[in-house]
Nanobody
Framework: QVQLQESGPGLVKPSQMLSLTCTVS??????????WTWIRQPPGKGLEWVGA???????YYSPSVKSRTSISRDTSKNQIFLQLTSMTPEDAATYYC??????????WGQGTQVTVSS
């Protein structure tokens, strides 16, 4: 069974960059047709799709954050990365890593909470 574990700083200052890691076990991030997705949920709000990277390394981004977002991977470590620059309080959320197809997910990580505050 695939397991995903998000990690990263719980607190980021405004204007700084957020860097998160999703470590995958029980499956390879290069498995064909699989997509690895970052999703966030601000406090009291619904889920927001941030972006994704497919098994062949293609990336997809939400238009709302595309100019500030980079998703990458390290196949040797089986890890997916999210970088979000110019953080604002509106970016505060629980960030999840999920796997499956682009919008349908088989597995989720437990999420990591990110606060944006000086």
């Amino acid at each position: 069974q695939v397991q995903l574990q998000e990690s990263g700083p719980g607190l980021v200052k405004p204007s700084q960059m957020l860097s998160l890691t999703c470590t995958v076990s029980g499956g390879s991030i290069t498995t064909s047709h699989y997509v690895w997705t970052w999703i966030r949920q601000p406090p009291g709000k619904g889920l927001e799709w941030v972006g994704a990277i497919s098994s062949d390394g293609s990336t997809y981004y939400s238009p709302s954050v595309k100019s500030r977002t980079s998703i990458s991977r390290d196949t040797s470590k089986n890890q997916i990365f999210l970088q979000l620059t110019s953080m604002t309080p509106e970016d505060a959320a629980t960030y999840y890593c999920a796997s499956g197809s682009l919008f349908i997910y088989d597995y989720w990580g437990q999420g990591t909470q990110v606060t944006v505050s000086s």
